[in-house]
């Protein structure tokens, strides 16, 4: 069906390149019902899809660097205004939220946005996603947290702190089961030798 209403498509690179992004790497597709703010002070690299009802903000000093290969599952959010980094290889299953500020919850402080910094006691830092973490659905990510190199975490889980290279999390807060293989590191090599060997054709 040519014109499905339910069907808002994607964004492809060439456009994308044209609305104002800091950079755009090829076979980039964002779906067009995303919500995205502050398109200078992201990047993405190449083979990155973003799918719908997700939801980007980094506005004024904030940043959110994408990597290559990475797929952003829908209704997420990244939260980015003291920036979020997404290397290689990462991704976020269904409704992963990502926060780089918090309220202070414990009553001392006035809370959100439309009240002035002074008044307040947010929390904030960056939050970054090394190569090979993939986050599960619907999990929550608070400020200035680490997931190591091929670090996962199960859906449902709420990450607090730093998480080790290739070990497995889950649960809230986001603990460590066992460790993770990393067989997908050969993977990596081939896939990568392909893309290479495409390119130079």
């Given at each position: 069906?040519?014109?499905?209403?339910?069907?808002?498509?994607?964004?492809?690179?060439?456009?994308?390149?044209?609305?104002?992004?800091?950079?755009?790497?090829?076979?980039?597709?964002?779906?067009?019902?995303?919500?995205?703010?502050?398109?200078?002070?992201?990047?993405?690299?190449?083979?990155?899809?973003?799918?719908?009802?997700?939801?980007?903000?980094?506005?004024?000093?904030?940043?959110?660097?994408?990597?290559?290969?990475?797929?952003?599952?829908?209704?997420?959010?990244?939260?980015?205004?003291?920036?979020?980094?997404?290397?290689?290889?990462?991704?976020?299953?269904?409704?992963?939220?990502?926060?780089?500020?918090?309220?202070?919850?414990?009553?001392?402080?006035?809370?959100?946005?439309?009240v002035p910094a002074k008044y307040t006691g947010v929390t904030s830092g960056q939050v970054t996603l090394r190569r090979h973490v993939i986050v599960g659905a619907g999990t929550v990510i608070l400020p200035r947290v680490t997931a190591n190199e091929g670090a996962s975490v199960g859906a449902l889980s709420l990450v607090t702190k730093d998480l080790e290279s290739w070990s497995i999390y889950s649960g809230t807060?986001?603990?460590?089961?066992?460790?993770?293989?990393?067989?997908?590191?050969?993977?990596?090599?081939?896939?990568?030798?392909?893309?290479?060997?495409?390119?130079?054709?």
């Amino acid at each position: 069906m040519k014109n499905n209403p339910f069907d808002p498509g994607y964004y492809t690179s060439d456009q994308l390149v044209n609305i104002g992004f800091k950079t755009v790497g090829v076979n980039v597709r964002v779906a067009k019902n995303c919500t995205i703010i502050g398109l200078e002070n992201i990047e993405f690299g190449d083979n990155v899809r973003i799918d719908g009802h997700c939801t980007i903000i980094a506005a004024g000093s904030g940043f959110a660097k994408i990597g290559s290969f990475v797929h952003i599952a829908g209704y997420c959010g990244i939260y980015a205004g003291s920036g979020v980094v997404l290397e290689d290889f990462s991704g976020l299953s269904a409704g992963v939220k990502i926060y780089t500020g918090t309220d202070d919850y414990s009553g001392r402080t006035l809370t959100n946005p439309t009240v002035p910094a002074k008044y307040t006691g947010v929390t904030s830092g960056q939050v970054t996603l090394r190569r090979h973490v993939i986050v599960g659905a619907g999990t929550v990510i608070l400020p200035r947290v680490t997931a190591n190199e091929g670090a996962s975490v199960g859906a449902l889980s709420l990450v607090t702190k730093d998480l080790e290279s290739w070990s497995i999390y889950s649960g809230t807060p986001a603990q460590k089961l066992r460790d993770r293989s990393r067989d997908l590191l050969e993977l990596e090599r081939e896939l990568l030798a392909e893309v290479s060997l495409g390119n130079t054709k």
